[in-house]
């Protein structure tokens, strides 16, 4: 009874009435698609299931959407997909009293005089999120015109979306001028080569156009939506190519993402910050060529910045970030950056998270690139082929919480500089050519650290390194992919699990130790006694060599004369 989610697809499933899911109290996404279900009917029990947030009927046969069909979700507020259903005919009042966060209407009708007569009997319906289109190989629609959606005016909308409406919807001056009244316009997958200007008084809040056929930034046109928060042109490939910050008077605008496109531009800070003053946001990843000029003057309020996989110009050779100073995020991630300045990010005192893997510093050193950066927590510098880091260049990120070093060719960090990191709590560090940690290195690790990954490295295992080889096994909770750290020399242990070394390998047993301690004493006290005792030993030893020649002397006579 507490399962949350259910997926019954492709279980030929003829009726909402055979499925035994009253008791799933508990259930929050409820999965029906690619079944034969062909009635929307909804059995008493669904009014039980009173978390119920998702249901998806997807690519069954629902032909019709009837009165009193969907009263047992009355006072609810969850998601309805019915795309690639073949629906006929909606009766009026079909939805009263059914509050829907989203209703997805996808490739559900046969031709445009269906889909016309069938969103006017959605009139006074309330429904926070409208999908409506296609698929992008599976179409029925052949014509697109103002009218088709005219029955929306009717309907409580907050956010719209038209995904694939094919060649036929290729300018937004086809869509019906209700449609202003939306806060959220979302429009994807489109033709769309044009964007003409929309009426004065439009409500829109939040734009969307993705994965359009526009060439350039259509900023003059859009400079009509004074309520504009949002603006959203992404994913158009090899189509989008100019953006020129001719915005005029969008005073609200606060997000504007143009990620994903191929975009080959010069960024005017001062034309961003007289056009778009409020803006809080802005996303150019995944583009081309983006030059950034060394000029900037006054106090932008931008406070993210993304640009990774984007080719940068200027950044690391001049300092072009000098009016950003209320940026939080920025990302320079494989943005072709080199770091060749001291201060290259001067100005952004409040910076709080910088990502700048798959970049590169001079002569692969960081040294105190990073001064000014008193306030930043989270730093990425992995795939920078770093090979060493100077001991201060740490010394002022006391905020610092999360560092990546992975992927360069770090031999390890000084204690010095992890003595800096009071408030550390993750450290990724794999992936470099760390031998072993010595004693004091382990000594200054942060007492904060949760999450240390050493995986990847170049351990020596030999018994030099006891210490850190002990200190492995006993913090293993607290090292990330342990499996993957494994000993690179000696010869005899390269490739095996450092958590399977034998420790005891290293240690000498007792009666060893004892054994060669008495034979060492007797030793010692033998050559003692010998030195002591030295000439009376000789003396000895004259002794016993002068009877010995005398003796062997009387053998060597036949004869004896004797006088008196």
Partial sequence: TSLRQLRAVEINLFSLDRLPIGHLKSLQELNLSNNHIDSLKLPEYFSHLLFLQWLSLQANNISSISVGDLDALAGRNLTLVLSKNDIKYIEINALAGVYLQQLSLRYCFENTIIMQACLRNLSGSHVNSLVLGEYRNLDKLETFSKDL??????????????????????????LPTCLNNIPTLRLLNSYIDQVSPFPANSSIRHLELKNCK??????????SLKELRVLRITRSSQKLTDFKVAFKGLQNLKTLDLSENSIKSNLCWFCLMDEVPNLKSLNLSFNFLIELPPECSGHSKLEHLDFQHTRLSNPGKLSVFHCLSNLIYLDISYTNTDIMIECPFCGLDNLQVLKMAGNSFEDNQLVNHFKNLAKL???????????????????HLHDLRELNVSHNKLLGLHSEISAHLHVLTILDFHSNQLATLMENDLKNL??????????????????????????AKELKALLQHAKNMVCHSP????????MS?????????????????????????????????????????????????????????????IYS
């Fill in 491 to 498: 010869v005899d242990l390269k490739d095996v699990p450092l």
């Fill in 446 to 471: 942060p007492s904060s650290l949760k999450y240390l990954d050493l995986s990847q490295n170049l351990f020596d295992c030999s018994c030099d390194h006891l210490n850190f080889l002990r200190w």
């Fill in 501 to 561: 070394f034998d420790l005891t390998s290293c240690q000498v047993s007792t009666t060893t130790v004892a054994v060669s301690v008495s034979i060492s004493l007797a030793l010692a006290l033998t050559l003692f006694l010998v030195y002591k005792y030295y000439f009376h030993l000789y003396y000895m030893m004259v002794l016993l060599s002068g009877d010995r020649l005398s003796s062997e002397k009387d053998n060597n006579y036949d004869a004896f004369v």
């Fill in 214 to 223: 526009l060439k350039r930034v259509p900023a003059q046109s859009l400079s």
């Fill in 149 to 174: 959606l005219d029955g929306l005016c009717h309907v409580h909308l907050q956010e719209i979306t038209l995904n694939s409406f094919g060649d036929a919807f290729s300018d937004t001056n086809s």
């Fill in 377 to 395: 927590q989270i730093l990425d510098i992995s795939s920078c082929r770093l090979q060493h880091i100077s001991l201060s260049s740490m010394a």
